[in-house]
C-alpha cells in the first residue's frame, strides 16, 4: 500500500487563495486514505486549530506551517516552511509576529531573507510552487539563480531540511520546471518531496477558487482571462492516483511519508502558559489567594458565615488542585486597577458561580446565597480553564483598563482575540453577482432581498429570493450563481477583532501564536478566533464594554455631590419593595435589560418579588426560551393557572427553581447528565455547540447521542422528544444562570437607582447616549412623569453633560450643551470656560467671547431658547435672540459698523408653540415642555380617542381608539411577521399590535408616520394592555421632528 | 415692459410622461392595456385604479403624434414618480401630485417607494427633460424671440409689445398657457413687468395657473408666497450648472436635442454662481425668523435686514417685493449639422449620387469647422421612389425592399474634418450596400465632437494616420467577405481588422477587433539569461482537424488521420485545461497529448515530407469525447 502524506495545502484561511475550510480539508483527507496532512495558509496559522481539532477526530496527523513570503535579491517569493519541532514553531511564530507589526494593518507583510536565517531552526524549507522560490529564481535568472538559491536554502537550514518539491497539475510549464528540479536535487543530493499544492478539497471547489480570484482582483469572471485556475488538478488526491502520476520518481512519494514521521510537532504542544502572578513577598500565589479570599470573605460575608466559608475553602481547594490560582490573581488585579482607578467593573459568566470570585470582588453575584452551581465555573474533570467576563463602562474606561493589561504584560504577552468574519447570504450574493458580471442593479436587488428583516419568513431562501427578483434559476449561468452563493456561505473573508477578548501568556504571546496589528492603535490581535483559543487550551479574559455601567458609575458620582449619599453597588438593599413596584407594573423606561417591549409584557405576569424573580426575567425573554417555547408555560406557572410538572422525574430537582420549565443553560447541561448520561466533558461540549455558530451539524450529533443515552434511561419517546426539543431550541440562544444573574443585579442596580434617585440616574442615562431602548425624548418625558422637573438648555448655566442643580431628593435635572445639535464638544467646553471667567452679558459678549461658536451654533443656541436668559433680568424671546444673533455673528464691514440701527427691538413676532415644537425637537431631539399631544388633548378627547393611561382602565375586549407619537416600532424574528408599535402621549405609553396582513394594506402609515390613531380591541390580561389594531390612521398633530426606535 | 413666464410643475414627471407617450404612439401599441415597462422596477406598468389605460387611448391605434399631448394628458391621472442617483441608491428625484397623495415624498429610498406598488416608478432619462425643454423653448418662440431658458422646465419671455397682436395680458398668458399645452404639457404661466416677478409668480401659482400682475400691484401679488420659493428656484439654477455644463458635454446629443441650445445655467439672482447654499441658510435663517412668506420679508427693515443678511438678502427682499429689474439671458438656438436636398429627378446610379452627397458633405463641414468641431458620426437618410401594389402577398425580404427610406451610419474611429475622407467612406459603403430603389432625396447630419489633438511619442513605431487607415480597411472590407456569412467568419469573428490574443487560458484563442486596440507600453524587462522552457516549432492546423485515436490504458495508442492508421511510439502528456465553466457555451475541457507516430511507406505525409515520423499535438474535447489533431511538429 502507498504511503503517502500532503505536505502542502492551502485553505479557504489564505484569504481568497485557497477554496475549502480547513475541515473539509482533513474530510477529503481521510476520504482519500491519506494519514497527514499539512495545512500551510499563508504568513500566518489562522486555519491551523480548526484544521488541527478536526484532525484530531479524525485521527490523522495534521502538520503545522506557513507559505512565508519572503523577499530576496530576486524579488518575493511564498517559501513553504514546515514546523519540524515545538522550537521551530515558536521561530516561525515571532518572525510572523515581526514582519507582520512593521507594517499598518492590510498591508501585505514579507519577511526578509536575513530574518529568515536567523529564525530558521527547526523548519522544514520546500522549494515551493509556481510562486516559490525555485520556480522564481528559474524564472529570472536561469539555472545558475536556482543553484545559488538551493546553495543559500542549505546554508540556512542545513542539508536535511531542505526538500526538493514536485508538483504536477498537467501543465507543459510546470513539468519543464519538475525536470529542472529534479537534475538540480541530484546535483546538491537534495531529497525530492511530490505534494499536490492543494488548494481545495474536490476537483468541483475549482469554482470557488475562480471566484475569489476574481473577487481578489476586482475582477468578471469573463474577464479575468489568465489570472483564472488553468485547470482544476489542485484537489486532495488519493496516494494511489499520487504513486501513479510519479511512477516515474517513486523516491518523491515515499519521501513525504518519511517527512511526515519525522514533523514532530504538533499544536497539541503549543507550549502556552498562563502568566504567573507576582506575589509580594516571594510567597507562594496560592497561599496569597488564600489569605485575600479569606479576607474578602469576611467583608463580604461577615465573620459568622460557616457555609460560606465551607464553599470557599472547598474552592480554593480545587484552584490549587488545579493550579489556577495564579488566573484568580491575575483576574482580580485587573478588578483591582479598575476599583483603583474609579472604574466601575463587574464579573459575568460562569465566574458568577463562584463563592471565591464574590469574595475576591470579581462578582457581585452571591454565589453562597443563591445557591449557584459551582461545578459550571470550574469543574476538576472538565480539565477546562474557567471562563470570567469583566463588564466595564464601555468608552475610555474600557480602554484604561485594556491598555493596562499590555502595559502589565508587555506589547507581546498580551492580544486581543480575532473575530473572523465570513461570507453570509447577503455579502455572497453580492461579491458573486460583482463576478459573474450582473449590473449593479441587479446585485443590489438581490443582495438587499437576502433577509433585509429581521424576520425570516418560512420561505426566506435562496431560491425563492432569485425567483422574486425575476431570475430563472432554469437558465445555467444563474443556477450556477445560485450554487456558488451557497457555497460560499461560512467561508472566511477577513479577520477583524474580536469585541473584548483578551489573551495572556507567561513569557511572550509571540511564540505562542502570531500577533498581528489592528486597526486601533495600541492594539495587536492574535491569529486565532476565540472558539481557537478555547479549543487549544489559551486562557481569555473578556473585557466587554456597558453602557449601563457607565450610567451606574455616573449616577453614583452625582448622588455624591447632589444627594450627599453614597451607594455602594455592592451593598444595595435586597429585595425593596419599593424598586419591585415599579418594575412589576411594567414601568421600567431606562432600566437594564427590563425595558423592552417583549420583557414590559411578561413583567406584570412574572410579578418579580425578590432578587431570584428577576433572575429568570432576564432569561426569559431570550429567543431560546421564546421559540423553545417555555416562556408561556413558566408564566402560567408562575400565575398559578398550570400545574408544576416534570418531562421526567429524575429532573424534579434540576428544574424545580424554575417551576418545571428549563430556563438557563446550566439546567438543559444537567439534564443531559442526567437523562442521557453525559459526562461533565460530553455536557461541555454540548453547552458549546449551544452557544456555537457553527452548531448545526454539531447539534445533529448531540441530538442522535443525547437520544442514544435515553434509550438507555428508558425514558418514553414523548419525553425524549420534549428534552430534545428543550435542549435543541437553546440553540437559537440561551443565558446561562450565572450571567443572567449578574445581569439581574445590574438591572437591579438601574431600578434602585431609578427608583430612588431618579434625577441623577436620569442625568446619568442621559449622559450616556446612545444606549438602550428609547430616545432621550422618551427618557425625559418618563422622568417628568414620575415627578423630575427638567430644565431647558440654557447659555448661563448648562455644562456639557446634562447635571442636577439644588441639592437632596428636590434637585432639578439641567439639559447639558451636548444636547444642541451640531455643537462641537470643543465649542461648549470652551463657552463654559469663557462663562466660568465672567458671565456673559449679551449675546454680542458671548459672540466675541467665544469664537469657537459658528452663526449656525449661536443660531441654534436662540432657536432652541438658550440665549434667553443671557441679557440678565431683561428676558428675551427666542426670535429676539435670532435677530441679534444674526447681526452680532455677521461682520458687517467697517461702512455699516456704526450705523445706529434705528429700532433697537426686533421686527420679529414671538415663537409659537408649534414653532417652540419645531425648533425644541430640531434642536434637541426633544421638549423638556408639554408632551405634543398635550396640546391637542382637548380636541382628541372631544372625538372619543382615549389616552395612554385611559386605556390601561379600558376593559378586555372592548374597542378603543388611541393616538400618540410613535417611539419604537419592532418586529421581532419570534413573533411571526406581527409589528409592535409603542406610542406615547403625556400620561404614558400605549402599546398596539399590528397583523401582518393590517401592516400590507397600508404600509407607509405603519412604517412612516411620526404620530398615528389606531383603532382597536383592547386586550387587558394580566395587567398587560395592547391595542389589537384594526385601523391604522395618520395624525396631524405638529411637524416636529420626533423620532422612532425601529426595527431593532 | 413686459414678460411672461412658463413653469412646467414636476417637470422631470411630465418631461418623462411626454416621451412615454411619444414612445407609446411610436409603437403603435395602443391596443395593449398596460404600458411596457421602460425602467426597472418591479410592478412599475402604468396602472389606474381601475387597472385600465383610458379606453379613448386604447381606441387611437397608431394616431399621429399631434395626439401626444392627449395621451400625455391621459396618462397625468396616474401615481408616477421618477428615481434618480446612483443605481444602489436610487432615491425619488421627482413626483406628481396623485403619487403625492399617495403618500410619495421626495428622498424617499427606491426600497420605500416600491411599498406603495400603485405607483409607477421611472428611471430619471436625462435625454427626456431635453426633449421636453425642447419643446417648451418651440413653443415660447413662437410667441417672441427674446427668451431666456432659465432652467429645465422653466422658460422666460420678453413680451413687451406683443400685447397689439394677442390682446390683453390675460389673453397672451392664457395662449402661452394653451401652446404648452398642445406640445404635451401642463405649466403654469404669469405675466409681470420684469422677468422675476414673473418667474416667482409662475413657480407660486396652482397647476395650470395663469397669473397676470398689473404694473405696480407686484408687491402684492407676490406677498403670500413662501420664501421657500427661493431655495427651490436656486437649486434648479444650480442644478442647471452642473447638468447642462458638465454631464453633457458637445457630441454626445440625441433625439436631434442639441445641448448648445441651453445657455450654461447661470445664477441671476443678482450674486455669482455657486450660491445655492447661501440661498438655503437665508432662507432657513428666515424661517428660523417666523418670516414664511414674501410678505413679511418686504416688510422687515432693509437697513437691519442688510446688517443680518448682507447685500443677497437684501436682494431676496427686492425680488419679494417685484423691484428687481434685469435683461434676459438670451437663448441663442444652435445649428444643426444637418443639409438635405431634394430632388427633381430620381438618382438610380451611384455616381450622380455621390455628387449630392460630396456637396452637401462639403457644406456641412464647413459648418464645424468654422465652430472648431468635428465629427466622427455621419448619418445618410435617403428618401426612396417605390412604386408597388400593396396588396401584393410580400415575404419578409420582398416587404424590406419596399421599405421608402434608407439608411446607413458611417463611425469613425477619431473625429475628423475632412469631408474628402468622409466621401470616400460613404462611397464605399454605398457601393457595397447600395440602396433599394432610385433616391429622391438625400439628408446628411453630421454629429458634432471635439477635434483630438494627439502627438504620438517620440519613440513610438509610426502608425498609419487612423482615418486613412479606416479608409484601407473600408476599401479590404468591400473586396473579401461572402454571401453566408457577410463580414464574419464562422466564428462570427470580423474578417478584416486586427488580429488580437485573448487573455485566457483557452490555447489560440484569438480575435479580429474592427478598431486599433489601444497601444500598451510594454515593461521592459532585463533579457533572460536563458529561458528555462524549450521552445519547439509547431505548424498548427486552424480549423483543428479531427482524428479517430484508440487508447491503451488512457492512454493514446492509434491514431487514424488522412485515412491512414498508424502506431503510436510515444506519448507525453495528459497536459489538461478547462474554463469558462459559468458559461455552458463557452465552457471547455482538453486533454492534451503529443504523440510520435510512424507512417507507413507510401502515406502522403512519408511521400511529402520525405520522413517517416511525425509528432503530432492532439487533444480530446471533453464536452463531445472527440479528439482532434491541433497541430504538427516541424
Known amino acids: 500500500m502507498t504511503k503517502y502524506a500532503e505536505l502542502h495545502a492551502r485553505s479557504a484561511f489564505t484569504f481568497l487563495e485557497g477554496g475549502s475550510l480547513p475541515e473539509a480539508l482533513i474530510a477529503g483527507a481521510a476520504e482519500s486514505g491519506i494519514s497527514a496532512m499539512a495545512l500551510l495558509d499563508r504568513n500566518g496559522f489562522y486555519g491551523s486549530p480548526r484544521f488541527h481539532m478536526s484532525a484530531r477526530k479524525l485521527s490523522l496527523h495534521a502538520h503545522v506551517g506557513t507559505e512565508l513570503v519572503v523577499e530576496d535579491e530576486l524579488g518575493l517569493s511564498n517559501y513553504p516552511l514546515l514546523c519540524?519541532?515545538?522550537?521551530?514553531?515558536?521561530?516561525?511564530?515571532?518572525?510572523?509576529?515581526?514582519?507582520?507589526?512593521?507594517?499598518?494593518?492590510?498591508?501585505?507583510?514579507?519577511?526578509?531573507?536575513?530574518?529568515?536565517?536567523?529564525?530558521?531552526?527547526?523548519?522544514?524549507?520546500?522549494?515551493?510552487?509556481?510562486?516559490?522560490?525555485?520556480?522564481?529564481?528559474?524564472?529570472?535568472?536561469?539555472?545558475?539563480?536556482?543553484?545559488?538559491?538551493?546553495?543559500?536554502?542549505?546554508?540556512?537550514?542545513?542539508?536535511?531540511?531542505?526538500?526538493?518539491?514536485?508538483?504536477?497539475?498537467?501543465?507543459?510549464?510546470?513539468?519543464?520546471?519538475?525536470?529542472?528540479?529534479?537534475?538540480?536535487?541530484?546535483?546538491?543530493?537534495?531529497?525530492?518531496?511530490?505534494?499536490?499544492?492543494?488548494?481545495?478539497?474536490?476537483?468541483?471547489?475549482?469554482?470557488?477558487?475562480?471566484?475569489?480570484?476574481?473577487?481578489?482582483?476586482?475582477?468578471?469572471?469573463?474577464?479575468?482571462?489568465?489570472?483564472?485556475?488553468?485547470?482544476?488538478?489542485?484537489?486532495?488526491?488519493?496516494?494511489?492516483?499520487?504513486?501513479?502520476?510519479?511512477?516515474?520518481?517513486?523516491?518523491?512519494?515515499?519521501?513525504?511519508?518519511?517527512?511526515?514521521?519525522?514533523?514532530?510537532?504538533?499544536?497539541?504542544?503549543?507550549?502556552?502558559?498562563?502568566?504567573?502572578?507576582?506575589?509580594?513577598?516571594?510567597?507562594?500565589?496560592?497561599?496569597?489567594?488564600?489569605?485575600?479570599?479569606?479576607?474578602?470573605?469576611?467583608?463580604?460575608y461577615g465573620p459568622g458565615n460557616e457555609k460560606a466559608r465551607k464553599q470557599i475553602e472547598r474552592e480554593l481547594d480545587l484552584i490549587e488542585k488545579l493550579e489556577l490560582s495564579g488566573y484568580f490573581l491575575i483576574v482580580w488585579d485587573i478588578v483591582r486597577f479598575c476599583r483603583d482607578n474609579g472604574i466601575l467593573v463587574q464579573g459575568r459568566g460562569s465566574a458568577a458561580n463562584s463563592a471565591v470570585c464574590y469574595a475576591l470582588g470579581i462578582t457581585a453575584v452571591d454565589a453562597v446565597g443563591m445557591e449557584l452551581l459551582f461545578e459550571r465555573f470550574l469543574s476538576e474533570e472538565r480539565g477546562e480553564w474557567p471562563d470570567i467576563d469583566l463588564d466595564l463602562p464601555s468608552g475610555d474606561e474600557r480602554e484604561k483598563a485594556i491598555q493596562y493589561i499590555y502595559k502589565r504584560y508587555g506589547q507581546l504577552g498580551a492580544a486581543m482575540t480575532a473575530n473572523v468574519c465570513t461570507y453570509r447570504g447577503r455579502s455572497a450574493a453580492r461579491e458573486v453577482g460583482k463576478v459573474f458580471g450582473f449590473d449593479t442593479e441587479t446585485t443590489e436587488r438581490l443582495s438587499g432581498l437576502v433577509g433585509s428583516w429581521e424576520w425570516r419568513g418560512p420561505e426566506d431562501t435562496f431560491d425563492r429570493h432569485f425567483s422574486k427578483a425575476g431570475l430563472d434559476l432554469t437558465e445555467w449561468r444563474i443556477a450556477k450563481y445560485l450554487d456558488l452563493c451557497v457555497r460560499l456561505q461560512d467561508l472566511p473573508r477577513h479577520l477583524s477583532q474580536h469585541s473584548g477578548g483578551m489573551v495572556i501568556c507567561q513569557g511572550s504571546l509571540d511564540s505562542v501564536v502570531p500577533l498581528e496589528p489592528a486597526t486601533m492603535p495600541g492594539r495587536v490581535v492574535v491569529q486565532w478566533d476565540k472558539d481557537d483559543c478555547a479549543d487549544l487550551g489559551i486562557i481569555k479574559v473578556d473585557l466587554l464594554g456597558l453602557g449601563m455601567m457607565a450610567v451606574l458609575k455616573d449616577s453614583i458620582e452625582l448622588i455624591r455631590d447632589h444627594y450627599d449619599e453614597e451607594v455602594d453597588l455592592a451593598h444595595l438593599p435586597a429585595d425593596a419593595q419599593d424598586v419591585y413596584g415599579p418594575i412589576r407594573k411594567a414601568d421600567t423606561i431606562g432600566m437594564f435589560q427590563v425595558e423592552s417591549r417583549a420583557q414590559m409584557a411578561s413583567l406584570p405576569r412574572n410579578n418579580p418579588e425578590k432578587f431570584y424573580d428577576l433572575v429568570t426575567q432576564v432569561a426569559l425573554i431570550r429567543p431560546g426560551p421564546i421559540t423553545g417555547q417555555m416562556t408561556s408555560p413558566y408564566l402560567r406557572r408562575r400565575q398559578g393557572k398550570e400545574p408544576v410538572t416534570y418531562p421526567h422525574p429524575s429532573l424534579e430537582p434540576v428544574l424545580k427553581r424554575t417551576l418545571g420549565v428549563p430556563l438557563f443553560q446550566e439546567q438543559l447541561l444537567r439534564m443531559a447528565m442526567i437523562c442521557a448520561n453525559f459526562t461533565g466533558g460530553e455536557a461541555e461540549e454540548l453547552r458549546r455547540a449551544l452557544g456555537h455558530k457553527r452548531s448545526e451539524r454539531k447539534m445533529k450529533e448531540i441530538e442522535s447521542k443525547l437520544r442514544a443515552g435515553m434509550t438507555q434511561n428508558e425514558i418514553k419517546p414523548e419525553s425524549q422528544d420534549s428534552i430534545v426539543q428543550f435542549i435543541t431550541s437553546f440553540a437559537l440562544y440561551g443565558f446561562p444562570e450565572s450571567h443572567s444573574a449578574s445581569f439581574a443585579l445590574i438591572a437591579y442596580a438601574s431600578a434602585f437607582l431609578k427608583v430612588r434617585y431618579l434625577g441623577a440616574f436620569t442625568a446619568a442615562i442621559l449622559n450616556n447616549q446612545p444606549m438602550g431602548f428609547y430616545s432621550p425624548a422618551t427618557l425625559v418625558k418618563d422622568a417628568q412623569r414620575h415627578g423630575l422637573k427638567v430644565r431647558p438648555i440654557d447659555v448661563t448655566c448648562s455644562i456639557w453633560d446634562c447635571t442636577l442643580e439644588g441639592k437632596g431628593h428636590a434637585v432639578s435635572l439641567r439639559m447639558g450643551l451636548r444636547y444642541v445639535r451640531g455643537l462641537q464638544h470643543a465649542a461648549g467646553e470652551a463657552m463654559v470656560k469663557a462663562r466660568g471667567e465672567r458671565a456673559f452679558s449679551s449675546t454680542e459678549d458671548l459672540t466675541r467671547r467665544v469664537p469657537q461658536l459658528s452663526r449656525a451654533n449661536l443660531a441654534m443656541l436662540a432657536r432652541i431658547g438658550a440665549l434667553n436668559f443671557i441679557s440678565g433680568e431683561a428676558q428675551l424671546h427666542r426670535r429676539d435672540a435670532l435677530w441679534q444673533i444674526e447681526k452680532a455673528a455677521r461682520n458687517v464691514g467697517p461702512l455699516l459698523l456704526d450705523v445706529v440701527e434705528p429700532d433697537e427691538t426686533s421686527p420679529l413676532n414671538r415663537m409659537n408653540t408649534e414653532e417652540r415644537l419645531v425648533a425644541d425637537f430640531h434642536g434637541t431631539g426633544m421638549t423638556v415642555g408639554p408632551h405634543p399631544m398635550a396640546y391637542r388633548r382637548e380636541e382628541l378627547r372631544k372625538v372619543g380617542i382615549s389616552s395612554a393611561s385611559e386605556l390601561r382602565r379600558i376593559r378586555h375586549g372592548k374597542s378603543a381608539v388611541v393616538a400618540g407619537c410613535v417611539i419604537t416600532r419592532q418586529r421581532p424574528g419570534t413573533a411571526k411577521g406581527l409589528i409592535f408599535i409603542t406610542l406615547e402621549d403625556e400620561t404614558g405609553n400605549a402599546n398596539v399590535i399590528v397583523m401582518p396582513d393590517l401592516y400590507s394594506k397600508d404600509p407607509m402609515v405603519v412604517l412612516r408616520e411620526r404620530f398615528i390613531k389606531v383603532r382597536g380591541k383592547v386586550q387587558n390580561v394580566d395587567g398587560i394592555v395592547h391595542l389589537m389594531a384594526e385601523k391604522v390612521m395618520p395624525l396631524e398633530v405638529t411637524s416636529a421632528e420626533t423620532w422612532s426606535h425601529d426595527f431593532h | 415692459m413686459l414678460f411672461g413666464c412658463i413653469y412646467v410643475p414636476d417637470f422631470p414627471v411630465q418631461a418623462a410622461l411626454l416621451c412615454e407617450a411619444k414612445i407609446y404612439l411610436a409603437e403603435g401599441i395602443a391596443s395593449q392595456k398596460t404600458l411596457p415597462d421602460k425602467s426597472a422596477g418591479k410592478g412599475s406598468s402604468l396602472k389606474t385604479s381601475s387597472n385600465e389605460i383610458s379606453p379613448a387611448i386604447a381606441s387611437l391605434g397608431k394616431a399621429s403624434l399631434d395626439k401626444v399631448s392627449f395621451i400625455e394628458k391621459s396618462f397625468r391621472q396616474y401615481q408616477i414618480a421618477v428615481l434618480d442617483g446612483p443605481a444602489n441608491q436610487m432615491k425619488i428625484f421627482a413626483c406628481n401630485e396623485p403619487a403625492r397623495r399617495a403618500g410619495i415624498e421626495i428622498g424617499m429610498t427606491k426600497v420605500q417607494a416600491e411599498a406603495l406598488p400603485s405607483v409607477a416608478l421611472r428611471k430619471r432619462v436625462l435625454d427626456h427633460e431635453f426633449i421636453a425643454h425642447a419643446a417648451l423653448l418651440e413653443c415660447a418662440g413662437k410667441f417672441s424671440p427674446r427668451l431666456e431658458s432659465t432652467c429645465p422646465g422653466t422658460v422666460i419671455i420678453d413680451l413687451t409689445g406683443t400685447e397689439r397682436l394677442s390682446g390683453s395680458k390675460k389673453k397672451v398668458a392664457e395662449k402661452l398657457r394653451d401652446a404648452a399645452q398642445d406640445s404635451g404639457l401642463s405649466a403654469n404661466v404669469a405675466v409681470a413687468s420684469n422677468a422675476d416677478t414673473a418667474l416667482y409668480a409662475a413657480l407660486g401659482s396652482g397647476i395650470q395657473g395663469v397669473t397676470v400682475i398689473q404694473d405696480g400691484e407686484e408687491a402684492e401679488s407676490l406677498g403670500d408666497l413662501p420664501v421657500s420659493l427661493f431655495n427651490l428656484q436656486t437649486a434648479n439654477l444650480y442644478f442647471t450648472n452642473l447638468y447642462f455644463t458638465n454631464s453633457h458635454p458637445v457630441g454626445r446629443q440625441s433625439d436631434g436635442f442639441h445641448s448648445g441650445s441651453l445657455p450654461p445655467g447661470k445664477l441671476r439672482l443678482g450674486k455669482s454662481s455657486g450660491t445655492q447654499p447661501e440661498t438655503a441658510d437665508i432662507v432657513d435663517a428666515l424661517s428660523g425668523w417666523g418670516i414664511r412668506d414674501f410678505k413679511s420679508l418686504a416688510a422687515l427693515p432693509s437697513v437691519a435686514l442688510t446688517q443680518r443678511l448682507g447685500q443677497y438678502g437684501l436682494h431676496l427682499q427686492r425680488l419679494a417685493k417685484g423691484e428687481v429689474q434685469r435683461e434676459l439671458v438670451p437663448y441663442v438656438e444652435a445649428s444643426s449639422f444637418q443639409q438635405s436636398m431634394e430632388l427633381e429627378e430620381s438618382i438610380d446610379l451611384l455616381e450622380p449620387l455621390g455628387f449630392v452627397l460630396c456637396d452637401l458633405l462639403e457644406r456641412i463641414l464647413l459648418q464645424l469647422v468654422n465652430r472648431s468641431l468635428a465629427t466622427d458620426r455621419i448619418q445618410v437618410d435617403l428618401d426612396l421612389e417605390i412604386h408597388s401594389d400593396c396588396q401584393l402577398q410580400l415575404t419578409r425580404q420582398q416587404s424590406a425592399l419596399l421599405e421608402p427610406t434608407y439608411q446607413r451610419v458611417l463611425k469613425l474611429p477619431v473625429p475628423t474634418q475632412d469631408a474628402k475622407i468622409i466621401f470616400k467612406l460613404l462611397e464605399l459603403d454605398l457601393a457595397g450596400k447600395p440602396p433599394h430603389a432610385p433616391v429622391k432625396k438625400v439628408s446628411v447630419e453630421a454629429f458634432p465632437a471635439r477635434v483630438k489633438f494627439g502627438q504620438t511619442g517620440l519613440f513610438q513605431p509610426v502608425a498609419p494616420e487612423p482615418a486613412k487607415l479606416e479608409l484601407t480597411l473600408a476599401r479590404l472590407r468591400s473586396v473579401v467577405g461572402d454571401k453566408v456569412f457577410g463580414d464574419k467568419d464562422e466564428q462570427g469573428r470580423s474578417l478584416v481588422g486586427f488580429p488580437v490574443i485573448l487573455d485566457s487560458n483557452r490555447p489560440d484563442s484569438v480575435d479580429v477587433q474592427t478598431t486599433m486596440p489601444a497601444s500598451k507600453v510594454k515593461k521592459t524587462k532585463p533579457a533572460k539569461s536563458k529561458s528555462i522552457v524549450p521552445r519547439h516549432a509547431m505548424r498548427v492546423l486552424r480549423p483543428p482537424a479531427e482524428v479517430k485515436v484508440g487508447l491503451r490504458a488512457r492512454v493514446p495508442a492509434t491514431i487514424s488521420f488522412g485515412g491512414v492508421r498508424s502506431e503510436v511510439m510515444q506519448v507525453s502528456g495528459p497536459w489538461r485545461t478547462s474554463g469558462s465553466w459559468w458559461d455552458r457555451n463557452q465552457a471547455w475541457n482538453r486533454e492534451e497529448w503529443d504523440v510520435e507516430v510512424q507512417w507507413q511507406d507510401g502515406h502522403a505525409g512519408v511521400r511529402q515530407a520525405g520522413f517517416r515520423h511525425a509528432i503530432f499535438r492532439v487533444f480530446r474535447d471533453a464536452a463531445s469525447d472527440r479528439w482532434y489533431v491541433e497541430g504538427i511538429y516541424a
Open chain 1, 84 to 300: 519540524e519541532s515545538q522550537a521551530g514553531y515558536q521561530n516561525l511564530c515571532r518572525l510572523l509576529t515581526k514582519t507582520k507589526l512593521r507594517v499598518p494593518k492590510h498591508t501585505r507583510s514579507s519577511a526578509r531573507i536575513e530574518e529568515l536565517a536567523q529564525h530558521a531552526h527547526g523548519l522544514v524549507c520546500l522549494t515551493g510552487d509556481e510562486q516559490g522560490p525555485l520556480a522564481r529564481a528559474l524564472e529570472e535568472g536561469g539555472i545558475e539563480a536556482a543553484r545559488k538559491l538551493l546553495h543559500k536554502q542549505v546554508t540556512i537550514f542545513g542539508r536535511d531540511n531542505v526538500y526538493v518539491e514536485l508538483q504536477r497539475h498537467l501543465e507543459r510549464k510546470q513539468e519543464v520546471r519538475n525536470r529542472i528540479s529534479v537534475d538540480l536535487a541530484r546535483e546538491f543530493k537534495l531529497p525530492l518531496l511530490a505534494t499536490n499544492g492543494v488548494c481545495y478539497a474536490s476537483m468541483a471547489d475549482r469554482e470557488i477558487l475562480d471566484v475569489f480570484t476574481c473577487i481578489r482582483n476586482k475582477r468578471e469572471l469573463a474577464t479575468a482571462g489568465k489570472l483564472l485556475c488553468r485547470n482544476a488538478e489542485r484537489f486532495i488526491r488519493t496516494p494511489q492516483q499520487m504513486a501513479r502520476l510519479f511512477c516515474d520518481l517513486p523516491e518523491a512519494i515515499s519521501n513525504t511519508h518519511e517527512l511526515s514521521q519525522r514533523l514532530d510537532f504538533s499544536l497539541e504542544r503549543l507550549g502556552y502558559e498562563f502568566p504567573r502572578y507576582p506575589v509580594p513577598d516571594g510567597g507562594s500565589q496560592i497561599e496569597f489567594l488564600r489569605a485575600q479570599a479569606r479576607k474578602g470573605a469576611s467583608d463580604r
